[in-house]
């Protein structure tokens, strides 16, 4: 292709694109000025714009985005075919549940018996915590400060009739118990993580006392092999996430429609406004403060985050987070450590998440 019509092919998609935008700018203010038709019309030649744009980059992360907005535009205009598709991202959550325990094990394995120093590990199994215990910390002193700056959720109330759903609470030596595995295999089959990991921690650090050095490295060298395996593994997965996203927007729009965000407005701005001053507040000052490049730390996390936040599935991300880390310079050894214990222990957005839902329902 000439450089001539390839000029005039991103002019075009860049047409179609602005269109889109202008009549969804003229529609929110006023949604019964223009024709039904016209919008449907109008927002399908965006997304040929969209879809074109994705051939031109053919990049994974590009698709992904690209599958959002097709996946909307589908809720919207096909509710019935959304409704269907949920089992395309079911599909694409399974795969990548899949990896989750066969990786974890191998990584951490490999991360604690691969150290010839156990005390090493155990430096950086206390700093490790220790960040991830004041991190979290400040997501919830965020989180609880915003829902009671923005009042979402006051004047709410329930229906007539209705009863809120009641939950059992669990009592601290339950909580003690539930973080060990009983049956390594039932902690695997449930998807427990955190039971995962403990078991692969230990398993690791038996590994590391392991004397004969034969052994320990036949051992050491088959987990090398195993996650080596599972990342490869994660990257035949990874050509199918722009279906299982896509799919995944399309289920919720077209269950929901896009009215459940209207009406959740309030308590999503808080949420997302919340984020945003945690970022700035906390994690860019100690992303300056260690000199980690933030735009390259961007660019390599901009494709898990679009899995994470397509799939509203944080596990669904951590292969190819892992992946991601090790291409930015991060040591294997470190990534296989600290990202699956920051998995279980280390979970910012859910802690600041969780402390402005309370606040909002009670």
């Known amino acids: ?116 120093d156990l005390k090493q590990v155990g430096r950086m199994g206390w700093k490790s915590l220790l960040y991830f215990e004041l991190v979290t ?35 601290w030596k339950e909580v003690i118990l539930h973080i060990f595995p009983e049956n390594i295999a ?12 403990i078991f692969s921690i230990l398993f690791g650090i038996g590994l590391a006392l392991v004397q004969d050095g034969r052994k320990k490295q036949l051992m050491v060298s088959f987990t090398e092999s195993l996650s080596e395996v599972m990342f490869n593994f994660t990257r035949v997965i990874m050509y199918f996430a722009p279906f299982g996203v896509g799919a995944a927007i399309a289920f919720t729009v077209g269950e929901m429609g896009l009215g459940i965000l209207i009406n959740l407005f309030h308590l999503l701005a808080t949420l997302y406004v ?31 985050v679009s899995i994470a936040f397509a799939t509203t599935s944080s596990e669904a991300a951590l292969p190819k987070a892992m992946e991601a880390m090790e291409k930015f310079g991060v040591p294997r050894k470190i990534v296989a450590f600290v990202m699956p214990t920051g998995y279980s222990f280390n979970l910012d957005g859910t802690t600041l998440y969780l402390a402005l839902a309370s606040v909002f329902v009670a």
């Not at 902690?187 to 955190?194: A, D, T, Y």
């Not at 100690?286 to 996390?301: D, N, R």
């Open 137 to 171: 910390t400040l997501a919830l002193l965020i989180g609880l400060l915003a829902i009671n700056s923005s009042q979402a959720g006051v004047g709410i109330e329930l229906p007539v009739g209705e009863v809120p759903v009641q939950g059992t609470a669990r009592s």
């Open 274 to 304: 919340a984020l945003l001053a945690f970022i700035l507040l906390v994690l860019l000052p100690i992303a300056l403060a260690l000199k980690i490049p933030v735009i390259k730390f961007i660019k390599a996390v901009s494709e898990p």
């Open 1 to 116: 292709m000439t450089t001539k019509n390839s000029k005039a092919i991103f002019y075009l998609l860049c047409a179609l694109a602005f269109q889109a935008a202008i009549v969804l700018v003229i529609h929110m203010p006023w949604p019964e000025l223009l024709p039904t038709s016209l919008l449907f019309i109008s927002r399908w030649l965006g997304i040929a714009a969209v879809v074109g744009y994705c051939l031109k980059k053919a990049s994974l992360t590009t698709w992904i985005f690209g599958s959002m907005l097709i996946g909307i535009a589908i809720g919207v205009d096909f509710p019935e075919l959304a409704m269907n598709l949920k089992v395309v991202s079911q599909v694409f959550l399974k795969l990548i549940k899949t990896v989750i325990a066969p990786l974890l094990f191998g990584t951490l394995v490999v991360g604690i018996a691969g150290h010839s």
């Open 186 to 197: 039932r902690s695997i089959f449930e998807g427990e993580i955190l039971q995962i990991v």
